[in-house]
């Protein structure tokens, strides 16, 4: 029933426009101008540095932390940013973002059944990149505790939360 639940969100998410493609249209429609982003770590990807910026719910936002390391098998380099729920002794991955050259992800999109959800696809000039999301399978928790209600606010949030993303 978990993994149904987290499924859903996960197309809704999709549906709701976090795919966008379009180089005009790759921070996702979200004005930036005096607009704070609560979360922020940095990829790497075509020998360059970008910024990763993007709002979590306030409630869960204490208990996340950033891993980030390299993609395995990418030719110019690219970085995965997984997303860490730690709370007392508990702990999960809510997601992960991958941040690839756009020849690296075609590549391993041709070669793969299923890729991660595409956030950004940026070809103009100087970025060249394209930024994947994928969810958690299930809530790793039990119904009831405030750790599996904080996970799951985290998973009917992340239309917002991936509509937020920016990269720079």
């Given amino acids: 029933m978990k993994k ?3 499924l859903i ?5 999709i549906l709701s426009g976090c795919g966008n493609s379009s180089k005009d249209e790759w921070n996702s429609g979200v004005e930036t101008s005096g607009t704070e982003r609560n979360s922020i770590t940095t990829m790497r990807a075509n020998n360059k540095e970008y910024t990763l910026s993007f ?5 869960i936002s204490q208990y996340i932390d950033f891993k980030i ?3 395995e098998g990418t030719v110019v380099g690219g970085t995965m940013t997984t997303i860490n729920f730690e709370k007392d002794d508990k702990t999960a991955v809510l ?3 991958k941040l690839y050259n756009t020849g690296d992800y075609d590549n391993i999109k041709s070669q793969e059944e299923s890729v991660d959800n595409v956030v950004i696809r940026n070809e103009e000039e100087g970025m060249n990149v394209v930024l994947t999301y ?6 790793p928790f039990d119904e009831g505790t405030e750790e599996y209600k904080l996970i ?8 917002d939360i991936l509509s937020s993303v920016i990269l720079e």
């Fill in 152 to 159: 799951e606010n985290y998973s009917l949030a992340i239309g």
């Fill in 9 to 13: 969100i996960s197309i809704i998410a």
């Fill in 95 to 97: 997601g992960t973002f």
């Fill in 55 to 59: 709002n979590l719910p306030e409630d």
């Fill in 69 to 71: 390391e390299p993609i």
């Fill in 134 to 139: 994928k969810a958690m399978d299930s809530i």
């Fill in 4 to 6: 149904i639940f987290v």
